[in-house]
């Protein structure tokens, strides 16, 4: 098991004011990611386990990117990895942005 | 930014597949909007203590959602397991989360419960545990049966219903089951494994569906409710089984007994469950794998239903 920690400072707050969301499942090929707000405004912090060693240069790649995409200030993000692929990973990071910026 | 309310992020419950959909999309779908509160929700962390011994990752829920929602306004407790998540078997925690909802069920008393079973049975990562878990939910379903709680239990997943899950859902008050929804203990790959494929040959779907799969269980009275594969159908399933007198005791299990007796000495020589089917005076047997859900409901309408609130 490989644990990663990849923390980013954003342009803005995510939109929203949903406090916890839930996407995916940990299965072959796929991974879950749970969202919590509760960083400050314009930080983001992705934690990460997974059982794939040695993809630290493609997670770091993948997160800068979706940080840049959609400014995800205030989320923290836990994944547990089940060997998805950058592609699958990306939509899922977005699929829980998106269930963040429903109101309560 | 938009100020108009986001859409639902999923298709509604007439559309949306049983067997497809995860464990989280089935709960939210089959009870009223918005009314499921979870219990020890994936932000407590509540993981595998065994996983990591083997490398293996975990899942924040350990693979089972429980909680409380209501069903066509009334409350209800509910379990759904994760089919996806180590073929939905039951481990330490996974397991103590059904029992721990249970025996709330019993102490309550008037709140039914509903389980999503997913499950390939015991996760044999943490087999003893696991054991151990089926023994006590198998326990506290009981407890909460003779406390006068109805469990429903709700089959249709990918993984079925298999070994401990099947043993658990023969203790249920009644179940509905989709044709995808397998229930056995031994699953098709256990008994070759164990038999040879000359028993059984587990790559051969047609005779796996055949004698473990939705329509023959339908017909042989150990599921009470054929359900088409949407959670629509499953919600409709669940209110009119809750619906239905519940009950439990003695008497209730000696007519099981008889009925199960009646069942060897009806269909004990039958080889295949098609030779069951034509025993019971279904005249195109060979059909019956193919009739769409709403032609088969029919038919199997027609051959009454073996109500015994036990099997």
Redesign the interface.
Known sequence: ?EDLSLRHATREPA?GTEA?A?VG???SG?L?V?V?RVLTDRECLVEI???AHGFDDVWTAVVADFVERYSPGGLKF?I???GARPDTVSLRLA?AV??M???R | ?STT??QP?TAPATVTSWYEA?A?TRTRLLLDPGSFVEFI???KREVSPHL?VF???????DGIVVGCGSLGGAKVLIAAQ?G??MGGAFGEVHGAKLTGLLRGARDIGSMPVLILFDTGGVRLQEANAGELAIAEIMRAVIEARCAGVKVVGLIGGRSGCYGGGGLIAACCSSLAVSEQGRIAVSGPEVIETNRGTEEFDSRDRALVWRTMGGKHRRLLGAADAFVDDTVQAFRDAALALLGEAGGFGLEILTKEQARLEARLRDFGTCADALDIWSAMGISHADAVSSLPADEFITLADAFGRISHDAR
Do not use: C, H, W
């Not at chain 2, 293996?56 to 829920?61: A, K, M, R």
């Open positions: 098991m939109g916890i839930i499942v940990v299965a796929n879950e749970l919590e386990r997974t059982t836990s547990n990895d089940g699929q998106r269930l910026e429903r109101a | 930014m309310p986001l992020l995860s989280r929700g994936p932000e990591k490398d293996l990752p975990e899942q924040f829920d994760e996806r998540f």
